[in-house]
């Protein structure tokens, strides 16, 4: 286990007690984000993302030596096993050479090669694949027996050559070197199928494609495994077949004789029928896992951005749902997103329903004393905000917020639980007005998949995708920290430590013995121990607390440190938390013991500086341009404010409050080579783009950063991606990229839901090659 932990500790280039200290943590029950923010002197202030990379490493690890386990008994029981074998399997260092080692001895049903065994052809095999010379004919002739199926010479010879040729696939040397073969030399040759022309159009660029493995993009690999999925295309991953035959020959063929004519036979028939399609398949799921890593990867950056937007605040809102034949539903929150009121106006279905519809507006504003309106950006936004706009109405700010995955939570237990007596658009125009208060307590509530970021999300490991989806929701709800008296079931789920049932053991005790007075009282709460209050009492807050330190992100284990250093400059910890002067004079060396070190110290002082800020950025209103509402609207050379809605390897996605979000493609995001989008731009950031070219009839916006038109503040606002379903993007020859499923690379349709910390992500980043 040790070894491991060295093993790991040069993969990420950190201690090997790092590394042991930080899976003994693990194994103990603590969480990434605990680990990470309390423990730092135990594991040298490694971050979420080693902390995590270090979790998964020794996971693969321990899956290894239980395969490896399982394999040394199954030779033991097979009386295969012996020192040289043992000691090999033992060294094995990764699943591909433990399997190589395994396979001849591995029970497998009947092959061309075990019928010949089973004619009694071994011997012959054996004589010929040395490659002696002998009269090969005489030989053989000895094996011709008809009781065994041996009738004739070349029967013989026949069966003799089946045996080499699996020996030669099976041998574990070889198979290294046909595996490095093709991971270095092997093309992707894509082509269309015969009369699936017009039916795959939306992969036209792939009829004719060839790309060499090695350097073939993420997004590209999964566009051609979804055309062959959809039986579109055809996929051949291959290197060059003579030359892989050549690396066998220089292993293999011994001699010029006869018995080695019969080896080359056997290991041209070998290559084709065994060894090429084995390591094809190899190949195929090891570029989709590299592939699946790197989609997660984008997902899970994109993901954390659009959960940590920008909140509002608690403030008195008005949302709605917009819709035109059918109406727009209006909901009245509460500063606490509490439904006050709900009704339907409908501005657009002629002109007495607009003043009528005017006229309720102002009313519910007034009533409510209504600070804000939230307006969903699906069917009817744009003429929606125009119409609201219109009103005029004093000391309110008006804002679009984007209803990705708002059908989706309408129709949910969680929606259903929270308003059993509302239909569907009544929890949808709430879950929109909710957003903009606190994005993050809203989007919890919606399976991560479903918020419309990254690409390929449906088509990669769905437990991986899972994983790092969890971790994602979860680093930012406890960057963020939760208020206790408020937090909802969802959100409390994600806080470390704690889970769905504790969650709602909270929420049961909360609604039992009223509002929570400091956090010691949550050890009352049914089954919530002293290991889940550990983990989760740091990241748990309480407004207007007894003691002023349940208001901050210090854990309670390092409240005695912190009334010391009040006492010390002779004052309160509130009065401490009040007067910058008197945090200024404490001398944190002061206060190191063998427990608290310097980084938790440093952490302490930010917290009495700030106690429970909010990581996210302050929350600014924005606006599209006015008269700029469809695709017709715009024209080439228009400079126009924007939201990123979604980062992918090829560019980003923009809207421009046209329906459509239009692609900045990475060689047009600033005026130098971009490697990685996310260096230039971040979701929810705010930018002014030049429309570059317009496609009115298959809905394609290109856009432009460069020169003037880069990022304007790089703040981002409070408008959360549109639903971006499953429909991603292909790129073809010369960067052109070309939709799926009705989707295009220059265009992310807008949802129409009622017709149904840098420094982490480049760490991860870095991180993001290891384990392949």
Known sequence: ??????????????????????????????????????????????????????????????????????????????????????????????????????????????????????????????????????????????????????????????????IIAEMISENAEARTKMRTFFQEKAVFKSEVIKGKEEEGIKYKDYFEWNEPVKTAASHRVLAMRRGEKELILRLDALPPAEDAIVILENQFILSSNSASKQVQ??????????????????????TKQKADVEAIRVFAENARQLLLSAPMGQKNVLAIDPGFRTGCKVVCLDKQGQLLENTAIYPHTGQGNVKNAGFTIEQLCEKHEIE???????????????????????????????????????????AREEFPTQDITVRG????????????????????????????????????????????VMSAVNAVGVELNTASKQILAYVSGLGPTLAQNIIDYRNTNGAFKNRESLKKVPRLGDKAYEQAAGFLRIRNAENVLDTSGVHPERYAVVNKMAKDLGTTVSALMKDTQLQKQIKPHQYVTAEIGLPTLNDILKELAKPGRDPREQFESFSFTDGVNEIADLRTGMKLPGIVTNITNFGAFVDIGVHQDGLVHTSQLANRFVANPNDIVKVQQRVEVTVMEIDVARKRISLSMKSEGGPKDGKSVSREVKEQKPKQNVVGAKNKEQGTKGFNAHAQPRPQPKNADGDLQEKLAKLKGIFK
């Open 1 to 162: 286990m040790l070894a491991h932990h060295k093993t790991i500790a040069t993969e990420l280039n950190v201690a090997e007690k790092q590394v042991t200290a930080t899976v003994t943590l693990l194994d103990e029950g603590a969480t990434v984000p605990f680990i990470s923010r309390y423990r730092k002197e135990v594991t040298g202030s490694l971050d979420e993302v080693q902390v995590a990379a270090i979790r998964d490493r020794v996971l693969q690890l321990r899956d290894l030596d239980k395969r490896r386990e399982a394999i040394l008994k199954s030779m033991t029981e097979l009386g295969k096993l012996n020192p040289e074998l043992e000691k090999k399997i033992t060294e094995a260092e990764t699943i591909s050479l433990l399997e190589d080692i395994y396979l001849p001895y591995k029970p497998k049903r009947k092959t061309r090669a075990s019928m010949a065994k089973e004619k009694g052809l071994e011997p012959l095999a054996l004589q010929i694949f040395d490659q002696n010379s002998f009269d090969l004919d005489a030989e053989a002739d000895k094996f011709i027996d008809a009781e065994k199926g041996v009738n004739t010479l070349e029967e013989a010879l026949s069966g003799a050559r089946d």
């Open 265 to 286: 036979q056997a290991l041209e028939d070998g290559y084709k029928r065994l060894l090429e399609p084995a390591m094809e398949t190899e190949l195929r799921v090891l």
């Open 372 to 414: 804000a309106i939230a307006i969903g950006n699906g069917t009817a936004g744009r003429e929606t905000e125009t119409f609201i706009r219109g009103l005029n109405l004093p000391n309110v700010t008006i804002v679009m917020v984007n209803e990705s995955g708002a059908s989706i939570y309408s129709a949910s237990d969680v």
């Open 429 to 472: 125009a709430v879950s929109i007005g909710r957003r903009l208060m606190d994005p993050l307590a809203e989007l919890v509530k919606i399976d991560p998949k479903s918020i419309g970021v990254g690409q390929y999300q449906h088509d990669v490991d769905q437990n991986k995708l899972q994983t790092s989806l969890d971790d994602t």
